[in-house]
Protein backbone atom coordinates (compact mmCIF):
# COMPACT_ATOMS: atom_id res chain seq x y z
CA UNK A 1 0.00 0.00 0.00
CA UNK A 2 1.34 3.56 -1.05
CA UNK A 3 1.89 5.94 1.49
CA UNK A 4 -0.97 9.10 0.85
CA UNK A 5 -0.36 12.16 3.20
CA UNK A 6 -2.64 14.53 3.46
CA UNK A 7 -1.96 18.62 4.17
CA UNK A 8 -3.92 21.58 3.88
CA UNK A 9 -1.47 23.28 1.26
CA UNK A 10 0.44 21.44 -1.26
CA UNK A 11 3.49 24.00 -2.18
CA UNK A 12 5.05 22.30 -5.06
CA UNK A 13 8.72 24.07 -5.74
CA UNK A 14 10.76 25.48 -2.45
CA UNK A 15 12.44 28.53 -4.35
CA UNK A 16 11.49 31.95 -3.08
CA UNK A 17 7.62 31.94 -4.23
CA UNK A 18 6.66 28.54 -2.90
CA UNK A 19 8.28 29.54 0.76
CA UNK A 20 7.42 33.27 0.74
CA UNK A 21 3.58 31.30 0.38
CA UNK A 22 4.53 28.90 3.05
CA UNK A 23 6.11 31.56 5.73
CA UNK A 24 2.59 33.37 4.93
CA UNK A 25 -0.04 31.06 5.55
CA UNK A 26 2.58 29.30 8.55
CA UNK A 27 -0.12 30.32 11.34
CA UNK A 28 -3.16 29.13 9.35
CA UNK A 29 -2.65 25.88 7.66
CA UNK A 30 -0.35 22.59 8.26
CA UNK A 31 2.00 22.89 4.58
CA UNK A 32 3.82 20.12 2.60
CA UNK A 33 6.73 21.96 0.55
CA UNK A 34 8.27 19.55 -2.59
CA UNK A 35 11.66 20.24 -3.44
CA UNK A 36 12.87 18.16 -6.34
CA UNK A 37 16.46 18.26 -5.26
CA UNK A 38 17.80 20.24 -2.08
CA UNK A 39 16.00 23.14 -1.02
CA UNK A 40 18.70 25.40 -2.56
CA UNK A 41 18.73 23.74 -5.89
CA UNK A 42 16.46 25.65 -8.05
CA UNK A 43 16.38 29.27 -9.62
CA UNK A 44 16.31 31.77 -7.19
CA UNK A 45 19.64 30.68 -5.53
CA UNK A 46 21.45 31.50 -8.68
CA UNK A 47 19.73 34.72 -8.81
CA UNK A 48 22.16 37.37 -8.79
CA UNK A 49 20.97 40.96 -9.18
CA UNK A 50 18.12 41.95 -6.95
CA UNK A 51 15.19 43.09 -6.35
CA UNK A 52 13.33 45.97 -8.36
CA UNK A 53 11.35 48.94 -5.92
CA UNK A 54 11.05 52.54 -6.08
CA UNK A 55 13.53 53.24 -3.27
CA UNK A 56 15.25 56.50 -3.87
CA UNK A 57 13.16 59.97 -3.36
CA UNK A 58 14.14 60.98 -7.07
CA UNK A 59 12.09 57.77 -8.30
CA UNK A 60 8.50 57.73 -8.79
CA UNK A 61 6.28 54.45 -8.69
CA UNK A 62 5.56 55.51 -12.63
CA UNK A 63 8.60 55.17 -13.68
CA UNK A 64 8.87 51.71 -12.63
CA UNK A 65 5.82 51.29 -14.66
CA UNK A 66 6.81 52.84 -17.54
CA UNK A 67 10.20 51.01 -17.71
CA UNK A 68 8.22 47.72 -17.21
CA UNK A 69 5.41 48.32 -20.24
CA UNK A 70 8.33 49.42 -22.41
CA UNK A 71 10.50 46.37 -21.62
CA UNK A 72 7.51 44.37 -22.01
CA UNK A 73 7.28 45.65 -25.49
CA UNK A 74 4.20 47.29 -24.27
CA UNK A 75 2.55 43.61 -24.01
CA UNK A 76 2.11 43.78 -20.06
CA UNK A 77 -0.94 44.19 -18.54
CA UNK A 78 -1.34 47.38 -16.53
CA UNK A 79 -3.26 45.78 -13.65
CA UNK A 80 -0.57 43.31 -13.17
CA UNK A 81 1.83 45.99 -13.88
CA UNK A 82 0.38 48.59 -11.14
CA UNK A 83 -0.82 45.54 -8.39
CA UNK A 84 3.34 44.35 -8.49
CA UNK A 85 4.63 48.17 -8.16
CA UNK A 86 1.78 49.22 -5.96
CA UNK A 87 3.23 46.31 -3.04
CA UNK A 88 7.05 46.28 -4.29
CA UNK A 89 8.42 48.56 -1.15
CA UNK A 90 5.75 46.62 1.41
CA UNK A 91 7.83 43.38 -0.18
CA UNK A 92 11.03 44.95 0.45
CA UNK A 93 10.22 45.43 3.86
CA UNK A 94 8.76 42.17 4.40
CA UNK A 95 12.27 40.58 3.03
CA UNK A 96 14.04 43.12 5.48
CA UNK A 97 12.27 41.79 8.38
CA UNK A 98 12.81 38.22 7.69
CA UNK A 99 16.66 39.26 7.72
CA UNK A 100 17.48 38.91 4.15
CA UNK A 101 20.97 41.22 4.43
CA UNK A 102 20.48 43.52 1.85
CA UNK A 103 23.78 45.24 1.12
CA UNK A 104 23.99 48.88 2.91
CA UNK A 105 26.21 51.91 1.75
CA UNK A 106 26.31 55.01 4.50
CA UNK A 107 23.56 52.90 6.28
CA UNK A 108 21.54 53.29 3.28
CA UNK A 109 20.38 50.52 1.27
CA UNK A 110 22.31 50.06 -1.73
CA UNK A 111 20.74 50.90 -5.29
CA UNK A 112 22.16 49.64 -8.66
CA UNK A 113 20.60 49.99 -11.97
CA UNK A 114 20.04 47.52 -14.63
CA UNK A 115 19.36 47.13 -18.16
CA UNK A 116 15.88 48.70 -18.78
CA UNK A 117 15.57 50.83 -15.78
CA UNK A 118 15.49 54.77 -15.74
CA UNK A 119 16.81 55.15 -12.20
CA UNK A 120 18.79 53.57 -9.40
CA UNK A 121 16.15 50.92 -7.98
CA UNK A 122 17.53 47.50 -7.65
CA UNK A 123 18.07 45.93 -3.73
CA UNK A 124 20.75 43.39 -3.63
CA UNK A 125 22.35 41.40 -1.45
CA UNK A 126 26.55 42.12 -3.20
CA UNK A 127 26.05 39.89 -6.74
CA UNK A 128 24.28 37.17 -4.39
CA UNK A 129 20.79 38.28 -4.02
CA UNK A 130 18.95 35.25 -4.46
CA UNK A 131 21.49 33.33 -1.90
CA UNK A 132 20.70 35.34 0.60
CA UNK A 133 16.83 35.10 0.55
CA UNK A 134 16.51 31.76 0.27
CA UNK A 135 18.99 31.34 2.82
CA UNK A 136 17.10 33.48 4.94
CA UNK A 137 13.32 31.89 3.90
CA UNK A 138 14.75 28.54 4.38
CA UNK A 139 15.90 29.32 8.08
CA UNK A 140 12.70 30.61 9.00
CA UNK A 141 10.54 28.26 7.60
CA UNK A 142 12.54 25.45 9.20
CA UNK A 143 11.43 27.20 12.27
CA UNK A 144 8.14 26.57 11.78
CA UNK A 145 6.58 23.32 12.65
CA UNK A 146 3.51 24.23 10.54
CA UNK A 147 5.65 23.65 7.64
CA UNK A 148 7.33 20.48 6.01
CA UNK A 149 9.82 19.77 4.13
CA UNK A 150 10.17 16.94 1.47
CA UNK A 151 13.72 17.34 -0.23
CA UNK A 152 13.76 15.18 -3.51
CA UNK A 153 9.99 15.14 -4.19
CA UNK A 154 9.40 15.24 -7.54
CA UNK A 155 5.26 15.65 -8.65
CA UNK A 156 4.70 13.56 -11.05
CA UNK A 157 0.89 15.03 -11.72
CA UNK A 158 -1.74 16.11 -10.50
CA UNK A 159 -5.09 14.88 -8.97
CA UNK A 160 -7.96 16.20 -10.20
CA UNK A 161 -11.80 15.09 -10.01
CA UNK A 162 -12.01 14.95 -13.58
CA UNK A 163 -9.37 12.51 -13.96
CA UNK A 164 -10.77 10.64 -11.12
CA UNK A 165 -14.20 10.56 -13.06
CA UNK A 166 -15.96 12.99 -10.90
CA UNK A 167 -17.81 16.06 -11.37
CA UNK A 168 -16.18 19.40 -11.07
CA UNK A 169 -13.19 20.40 -11.50
CA UNK A 170 -10.94 20.62 -8.67
CA UNK A 171 -7.55 19.69 -7.87
CA UNK A 172 -6.55 17.22 -5.12
CA UNK A 173 -3.21 16.96 -4.93
CA UNK A 174 -0.37 15.22 -6.83
CA UNK A 175 1.23 12.10 -7.39
CA UNK A 176 4.76 12.51 -6.49
CA UNK A 177 8.24 10.41 -6.84
CA UNK A 178 10.78 10.10 -3.97
CA UNK A 179 13.57 9.90 -6.24
CA UNK A 180 15.73 8.54 -3.62
CA UNK A 181 13.77 5.17 -2.94
CA UNK A 182 11.86 4.95 -6.07
CA UNK A 183 8.64 4.94 -4.27
CA UNK A 184 5.38 7.01 -5.51
CA UNK A 185 2.99 8.67 -2.77
CA UNK A 186 0.17 10.40 -2.88
CA UNK A 187 -0.15 13.90 -1.55
CA UNK A 188 -3.45 15.33 -0.63
CA UNK A 189 -4.62 19.09 -0.07
CA UNK A 190 -7.30 21.27 0.37
CA UNK A 191 -5.06 23.81 -1.70
CA UNK A 192 -2.24 23.31 -4.44
CA UNK A 193 0.53 25.74 -5.49
CA UNK A 194 2.52 25.23 -8.82
CA UNK A 195 5.86 27.96 -7.80
CA UNK A 196 8.45 25.09 -10.07
CA UNK A 197 9.85 27.93 -11.82
CA UNK A 198 10.44 27.98 -15.55
CA UNK A 199 11.59 25.84 -18.44
CA UNK A 200 15.11 27.63 -19.97
CA UNK A 201 16.42 23.72 -19.71
CA UNK A 202 14.77 23.28 -23.05
CA UNK A 203 17.53 24.78 -24.60
CA UNK A 204 21.13 23.78 -25.33
CA UNK A 205 22.89 26.58 -22.94
CA UNK A 206 21.09 28.26 -19.96
CA UNK A 207 22.06 29.79 -16.68
CA UNK A 208 19.70 28.06 -15.14
CA UNK A 209 19.77 25.01 -12.41
CA UNK A 210 19.05 21.18 -14.32
CA UNK A 211 15.45 21.28 -12.42
CA UNK A 212 14.07 24.04 -14.78
CA UNK A 213 12.44 21.54 -16.76
CA UNK A 214 8.73 23.31 -17.03
CA UNK A 215 7.21 20.47 -14.97
CA UNK A 216 4.58 23.34 -13.15
CA UNK A 217 3.50 23.99 -16.79
CA UNK A 218 3.68 20.67 -18.10
CA UNK A 219 1.42 19.55 -15.22
CA UNK A 220 -1.07 22.57 -15.51
CA UNK A 221 -1.24 21.84 -19.16
CA UNK A 222 -2.22 17.73 -18.87
CA UNK A 223 -4.55 19.13 -15.77
CA UNK A 224 -6.46 21.51 -18.26
CA UNK A 225 -5.41 24.68 -17.52
CA UNK A 226 -4.09 27.45 -20.17
CA UNK A 227 -1.18 28.57 -21.23
CA UNK A 228 0.07 32.03 -22.55
CA UNK A 229 2.77 33.78 -24.16
CA UNK A 230 5.33 30.69 -24.07
CA UNK A 231 6.98 31.93 -27.62
CA UNK A 232 8.75 34.76 -25.19
CA UNK A 233 12.12 32.83 -23.79
CA UNK A 234 14.16 34.97 -22.29
CA UNK A 235 18.41 34.90 -23.16
CA UNK A 236 20.24 36.41 -20.93
CA UNK A 237 23.01 38.31 -22.53
CA UNK A 238 26.10 37.61 -20.24
CA UNK A 239 26.80 34.13 -19.40
CA UNK A 240 30.26 32.97 -18.33
CA UNK A 241 31.60 31.24 -21.60
CA UNK A 242 34.03 28.77 -20.17
CA UNK A 243 34.28 24.88 -20.66
CA UNK A 244 33.94 24.60 -17.02
CA UNK A 245 31.50 27.31 -16.21
CA UNK A 246 28.37 25.12 -16.50
CA UNK A 247 24.89 27.84 -15.88
CA UNK A 248 26.96 30.27 -14.33
CA UNK A 249 25.42 34.00 -15.00
CA UNK A 250 27.33 37.07 -14.84
CA UNK A 251 24.92 39.53 -12.95
CA UNK A 252 23.47 42.25 -15.36
CA UNK A 253 24.28 44.89 -12.51
CA UNK A 254 27.64 44.39 -14.11
CA UNK A 255 26.44 46.33 -16.85
CA UNK A 256 24.74 48.89 -14.60
CA UNK A 257 27.85 49.69 -13.08
CA UNK A 258 29.65 50.82 -15.92
CA UNK A 259 30.43 46.91 -17.60
CA UNK A 260 30.95 47.26 -21.64
CA UNK A 261 30.44 45.09 -24.18
CA UNK A 262 33.15 44.34 -26.45
CA UNK A 263 34.08 42.40 -29.75
CA UNK A 264 37.06 39.96 -30.00
CA UNK A 265 39.33 42.50 -30.82
CA UNK A 266 38.22 44.87 -28.38
CA UNK A 267 35.94 47.37 -30.01
CA UNK A 268 32.36 48.05 -28.43
CA UNK A 269 29.41 47.73 -30.48
CA UNK A 270 26.23 48.25 -28.30
CA UNK A 271 25.72 51.82 -29.24
CA UNK A 272 25.36 50.77 -33.12
CA UNK A 273 22.19 49.01 -31.70
CA UNK A 274 20.51 51.19 -29.29
CA UNK A 275 20.97 54.67 -27.98
CA UNK A 276 21.11 53.22 -24.48
CA UNK A 277 23.84 50.94 -25.20
CA UNK A 278 25.04 48.22 -22.68
CA UNK A 279 21.95 49.01 -20.39
CA UNK A 280 19.31 48.49 -23.20
CA UNK A 281 16.56 45.54 -22.22
CA UNK A 282 18.07 41.94 -22.20
CA UNK A 283 15.88 41.26 -25.49
CA UNK A 284 18.23 43.87 -27.19
CA UNK A 285 21.51 43.64 -25.89
CA UNK A 286 21.08 39.28 -26.23
CA UNK A 287 20.24 40.15 -30.25
CA UNK A 288 23.46 42.22 -30.73
CA UNK A 289 25.40 39.55 -29.15
CA UNK A 290 23.84 36.87 -30.98
CA UNK A 291 24.43 38.98 -34.39
CA UNK A 292 27.70 39.90 -33.69
CA UNK A 293 28.80 36.03 -33.02
CA UNK A 294 27.59 34.92 -35.97
CA UNK A 295 28.73 37.54 -37.86
CA UNK A 296 32.32 36.83 -37.21
CA UNK A 297 32.28 33.75 -36.57
CA UNK A 298 33.05 34.25 -32.86
CA UNK A 299 32.72 31.18 -29.67
CA UNK A 300 32.00 34.64 -27.55
CA UNK A 301 32.22 37.91 -27.17
CA UNK A 302 33.61 40.23 -24.03
CA UNK A 303 32.22 42.07 -21.07
CA UNK A 304 34.61 44.45 -19.49
CA UNK A 305 34.52 46.36 -16.09
CA UNK A 306 38.36 46.10 -15.63
CA UNK A 307 38.56 50.69 -15.72
CA UNK A 308 36.53 50.45 -12.35
CA UNK A 309 38.70 50.06 -9.04
CA UNK A 310 39.89 46.78 -7.84
CA UNK A 311 38.39 47.27 -4.60
CA UNK A 312 35.10 48.11 -5.97
CA UNK A 313 34.99 45.27 -7.92
CA UNK A 314 35.80 42.86 -5.51
CA UNK A 315 32.95 44.46 -3.11
CA UNK A 316 30.20 44.87 -5.75
CA UNK A 317 30.95 41.35 -7.24
CA UNK A 318 32.61 38.80 -5.06
CA UNK A 319 30.75 35.68 -6.47
CA UNK A 320 31.43 36.78 -9.94
CA UNK A 321 35.22 37.64 -9.45
CA UNK A 322 35.55 34.31 -7.27
CA UNK A 323 34.06 32.26 -9.73
CA UNK A 324 36.05 34.09 -12.47
CA UNK A 325 39.59 33.38 -10.63
CA UNK A 326 39.23 29.99 -9.81
CA UNK A 327 38.69 29.52 -13.86
CA UNK A 328 41.98 31.56 -14.36
CA UNK A 329 40.02 35.18 -15.34
CA UNK A 330 41.25 38.02 -13.83
CA UNK A 331 38.26 40.37 -14.48
CA UNK A 332 39.94 43.56 -12.67
CA UNK A 333 42.71 43.31 -15.12
CA UNK A 334 40.78 41.63 -18.20
CA UNK A 335 37.35 41.61 -20.08
CA UNK A 336 35.10 38.45 -19.55
CA UNK A 337 34.17 36.04 -21.88
CA UNK A 338 30.28 35.65 -22.32
CA UNK A 339 27.81 34.16 -24.20
CA UNK A 340 23.73 34.29 -24.24
CA UNK A 341 21.84 31.66 -22.70
CA UNK A 342 18.37 30.79 -22.24
CA UNK A 343 16.97 32.56 -18.95
CA UNK A 344 13.86 33.16 -18.02
CA UNK A 345 10.11 31.79 -18.84
CA UNK A 346 8.07 35.03 -19.64
CA UNK A 347 4.97 32.85 -20.15
CA UNK A 348 3.55 30.12 -17.94
CA UNK A 349 -0.02 28.81 -16.84
CA UNK A 350 -2.42 31.72 -16.43
CA UNK A 351 -3.42 32.81 -13.34
CA UNK A 352 -4.88 35.92 -12.15
CA UNK A 353 -3.41 38.48 -9.20
CA UNK A 354 -3.98 35.86 -6.80
CA UNK A 355 -2.85 32.96 -8.18
CA UNK A 356 -5.74 31.42 -9.15
CA UNK A 357 -5.87 29.47 -12.47
CA UNK A 358 -8.58 27.52 -14.64
CA UNK A 359 -9.09 24.71 -11.86
CA UNK A 360 -10.05 25.57 -8.48
CA UNK A 361 -8.02 24.54 -5.58
CA UNK A 362 -5.04 24.69 -8.21
CA UNK A 363 -2.83 27.57 -7.90
CA UNK A 364 0.24 29.34 -9.94
CA UNK A 365 3.10 31.74 -8.81
CA UNK A 366 6.51 32.82 -9.91
CA UNK A 367 8.02 31.56 -12.73
CA UNK A 368 5.40 29.05 -13.53
CA UNK A 369 2.34 31.43 -13.47
CA UNK A 370 1.22 33.68 -16.65
CA UNK A 371 0.11 36.99 -15.03
CA UNK A 372 0.55 39.34 -17.70
CA UNK A 373 3.18 41.28 -15.55
CA UNK A 374 6.22 40.81 -17.99
CA UNK A 375 4.95 40.75 -21.22
CA UNK A 376 6.60 40.33 -24.01
CA UNK A 377 10.27 40.71 -22.00
CA UNK A 378 10.87 40.24 -18.80
CA UNK A 379 12.36 43.67 -16.95
CA UNK A 380 15.46 42.93 -15.22
CA UNK A 381 14.68 42.28 -11.12
CA UNK A 382 11.23 42.05 -11.52
CA UNK A 383 11.49 38.05 -11.44
CA UNK A 384 11.78 38.31 -7.55
CA UNK A 385 9.96 40.87 -6.58
CA UNK A 386 6.81 39.17 -8.35
CA UNK A 387 7.93 35.69 -6.21
CA UNK A 388 7.30 37.65 -3.28
CA UNK A 389 4.25 40.22 -4.33
CA UNK A 390 1.95 36.94 -5.78
CA UNK A 391 2.67 34.57 -2.87
CA UNK A 392 1.83 37.43 -0.62
CA UNK A 393 -1.41 37.48 -2.53
CA UNK A 394 -1.82 33.85 -3.16
CA UNK A 395 -1.50 33.14 0.94
CA UNK A 396 -4.66 35.93 1.30
CA UNK A 397 -6.79 34.35 -1.00
CA UNK A 398 -5.94 30.56 0.41
CA UNK A 399 -6.50 31.98 3.70
CA UNK A 400 -9.82 32.69 3.31
CA UNK A 401 -10.63 28.96 1.65
CA UNK A 402 -8.91 26.87 4.18
CA UNK A 403 -12.31 26.85 6.65
CA UNK A 404 -13.99 24.71 3.85
CA UNK A 405 -14.29 20.90 4.36
CA UNK A 406 -12.30 18.84 2.10
CA UNK A 407 -14.50 16.49 1.28
CA UNK A 408 -11.61 14.07 -0.62
CA UNK A 409 -12.62 10.95 -3.13
CA UNK A 410 -10.88 7.99 -3.07
CA UNK A 411 -7.77 8.00 -4.42
CA UNK A 412 -6.46 5.59 -6.10
CA UNK A 413 -2.67 4.48 -5.61
CA UNK A 414 -0.32 4.67 -8.56
CA UNK A 415 -0.45 1.97 -10.78
CA UNK A 416 3.03 0.07 -11.58
CA UNK A 417 1.81 -2.96 -12.70
CA UNK A 418 1.75 -2.76 -16.46
CA UNK A 419 5.44 -1.40 -16.52
CA UNK A 420 8.66 -2.42 -16.22
CA UNK A 421 12.79 -1.79 -14.85
CA UNK A 422 14.01 -0.11 -18.35
CA UNK A 423 16.94 -1.37 -19.24
CA UNK A 424 17.07 1.99 -22.06
CA UNK A 425 17.88 4.71 -20.64
CA UNK A 426 20.45 6.11 -23.39
CA UNK A 427 17.27 7.36 -25.33
CA UNK A 428 16.71 9.61 -22.30
CA UNK A 429 20.16 10.74 -22.39
CA UNK A 430 19.66 10.91 -26.56
CA UNK A 431 15.85 12.66 -26.55
CA UNK A 432 17.20 15.21 -24.06
CA UNK A 433 20.54 16.03 -26.18
CA UNK A 434 18.15 16.33 -29.87
CA UNK A 435 15.16 18.20 -27.77
CA UNK A 436 17.52 21.06 -26.35
CA UNK A 437 19.69 21.40 -29.67
CA UNK A 438 16.79 21.60 -32.51
CA UNK A 439 15.05 23.86 -29.68
CA UNK A 440 17.96 26.07 -29.77
CA UNK A 441 19.00 25.67 -32.99
CA UNK A 442 15.66 26.43 -34.73
CA UNK A 443 13.63 28.13 -31.74
CA UNK A 444 16.22 30.50 -30.17
CA UNK A 445 16.88 34.27 -29.92
CA UNK A 446 16.50 34.43 -33.93
CA UNK A 447 13.68 32.69 -35.83
CA UNK A 448 11.62 32.08 -38.78
CA UNK A 449 8.81 29.82 -40.28
CA UNK A 450 11.24 27.41 -41.73
CA UNK A 451 12.82 26.73 -38.28
CA UNK A 452 10.35 26.45 -36.31
CA UNK A 453 8.46 24.23 -39.13
CA UNK A 454 11.68 21.65 -38.98
CA UNK A 455 11.31 22.31 -34.68
CA UNK A 456 7.72 21.11 -35.20
CA UNK A 457 8.56 18.15 -36.97
CA UNK A 458 11.63 16.72 -34.14
CA UNK A 459 9.11 17.42 -31.66
CA UNK A 460 6.48 15.60 -33.10
CA UNK A 461 8.49 12.40 -33.76
CA UNK A 462 9.91 12.82 -30.36
CA UNK A 463 6.53 12.94 -28.51
CA UNK A 464 5.68 9.75 -29.72
CA UNK A 465 8.67 8.07 -28.59
CA UNK A 466 8.44 9.64 -25.07
CA UNK A 467 4.86 8.62 -24.89
CA UNK A 468 5.67 5.25 -26.09
CA UNK A 469 8.73 5.03 -23.57
CA UNK A 470 6.79 6.48 -20.52
CA UNK A 471 3.83 3.97 -21.27
CA UNK A 472 5.81 0.94 -21.17
CA UNK A 473 8.77 1.59 -18.08
CA UNK A 474 8.55 2.78 -14.83
CA UNK A 475 8.95 6.01 -14.01
CA UNK A 476 12.08 8.44 -12.78
CA UNK A 477 12.96 11.99 -12.42
CA UNK A 478 15.22 12.07 -15.72
CA UNK A 479 11.64 10.84 -17.67
CA UNK A 480 9.79 12.96 -15.78
CA UNK A 481 12.08 15.99 -16.93
CA UNK A 482 12.50 15.00 -20.09
CA UNK A 483 8.51 14.37 -20.48
CA UNK A 484 7.65 17.66 -18.93
CA UNK A 485 10.01 19.49 -21.19
CA UNK A 486 9.06 17.92 -24.44
CA UNK A 487 5.83 19.31 -23.80
CA UNK A 488 6.82 22.58 -22.89
CA UNK A 489 9.08 22.72 -25.93
CA UNK A 490 6.08 21.86 -28.21
CA UNK A 491 3.86 24.28 -26.20
CA UNK A 492 6.64 27.08 -27.12
CA UNK A 493 7.55 25.93 -30.45
CA UNK A 494 3.31 26.28 -31.01
CA UNK A 495 3.12 29.79 -29.15
CA UNK A 496 6.08 30.97 -31.68
CA UNK A 497 4.06 29.92 -34.95
CA UNK A 498 1.05 31.48 -33.92
CA UNK A 499 2.85 35.31 -33.32
CA UNK A 500 3.39 37.02 -36.56
CA UNK A 501 5.19 39.41 -36.18
CA UNK A 502 8.40 40.43 -33.70
CA UNK A 503 7.77 41.68 -30.35
CA UNK A 504 10.43 41.93 -27.50
CA UNK A 505 12.21 38.91 -27.27
CA UNK A 506 9.98 36.51 -30.09
CA UNK A 507 11.77 38.13 -33.14
CA UNK A 508 11.40 36.17 -36.41
CA UNK A 509 12.80 37.34 -39.82
CA UNK A 510 9.69 36.24 -41.25
CA UNK A 511 8.02 39.02 -39.55
CA UNK A 512 10.58 41.71 -38.23
CA UNK A 513 8.19 44.46 -37.82
CA UNK A 514 5.36 44.95 -34.43
CA UNK A 515 2.22 43.98 -35.68
CA UNK A 516 -1.05 46.41 -35.45
CA UNK A 517 -2.43 45.17 -32.31
CA UNK A 518 -0.74 43.59 -28.51
CA UNK A 519 -2.18 40.53 -28.45
CA UNK A 520 -1.12 37.64 -26.02
CA UNK A 521 -0.77 33.73 -27.22
CA UNK A 522 -3.47 31.69 -25.32
CA UNK A 523 -3.52 27.97 -26.25
CA UNK A 524 -6.11 25.72 -24.62
CA UNK A 525 -5.38 22.04 -24.17
CA UNK A 526 -8.91 21.29 -25.91
CA UNK A 527 -7.68 22.53 -28.94
CA UNK A 528 -4.08 20.97 -28.73
CA UNK A 529 -3.95 17.86 -27.99
CA UNK A 530 -0.67 16.53 -29.16
CA UNK A 531 0.70 12.29 -29.17
CA UNK A 532 1.56 11.34 -25.32
CA UNK A 533 -0.49 14.42 -24.08
CA UNK A 534 -3.72 13.66 -23.90
CA UNK A 535 -6.00 14.73 -20.74
Not at 24 to 53: C, H, P, R, Y
Not at 257 to 283: I, N, S
Not at 375 to 385: D, Q
Amino acid sequence: MQTQHEFDVLIIGSGAAGLTLALKLADKANIAVLSKGELTSGSTWLAQGGVAAVIDSLDVEKNHVDDTLTAGGHLSHSKAVNFTIDNARESIDWLIQQGVPFSKENGQLHLTKEGGHSHRRIIHAADSTGRAILQTLIKRAKACDSIHFFEHSMAIDLITTEKLGISGDRCLGAYVLNSHSGDIQVFKAKQTILATGGASKTYLYTSNSDGASGDGIAMAWRSGCRVANLEFNQFHPTCLYHPQAKSFLVSEAVRGEGGRLLLPDGTPFMHKFDQRGELAPRDIVARAIDHEMKRLGADCLFLDISHRDDDFIKSHFPTIYQRCSELGIDMCNQPIPIVPAAHYTCGGVMSDIHGNTDISGLYAIGETAFTGLHGANRLASNSLLECIVFASSCAVDIADKLALPANYPIIPSWDESQVTDSDEDVIIAHNWDELRRFMWDYVGIVRTDKRLQRAKHRSDLLQGEIAEYYSNYKISKDLLELRNLALVSQLIIQSAMLRKESRGLHYTLDYPNLGPQARDTILTPINYLWPGNSL
